[in-house]
């Protein structure tokens, strides 16, 4: 007996590209909620290159989360 093979499908729900005001002295959580078979990943990227734990102290990422701080030197 085989098990069934289906592509990932992802329900976009909202994706409204609008702008949100944050105070820079508190830390910024995104989430990226997705849902398919097989169990896709997240990837986060910021200016087309993909953002990696450990690489700056102004974020960090936990799965489909990403906590975002200003880089305070």
């Known amino acids: 007996m ?5 592509a990932p499908m992802m329900t976009v729900t909202d ?3 609008r ?3 944050v105070n820079l002295t508190q830390e ?3 989430t990226c ?3 398919g078979s097989p169990a896709p990943g ?5 200016d087309d290159v993909v953002l990696r734990n ?7 990422i936990e799965d489909e989360i990403i906590f975002i701080r ?3 030197q």
């Not at 450990?54 to 960090?60: I, K, Q």
């Open 19 to 21: 702008s949100l005001l």
């Open 42 to 46: 997240t990837v986060w990227f910021k």
């Open 70 to 72: 200003k880089d305070i």
């Open 33 to 35: 909620q997705a849902e």
């Open 15 to 17: 994706f409204n590209n």
């Open 28 to 30: 910024l959580i995104l």
């Open 2 to 6: 085989f098990a069934e093979i289906s």
């Open 54 to 60: 450990g690489e700056s102290p102004s974020f960090r």
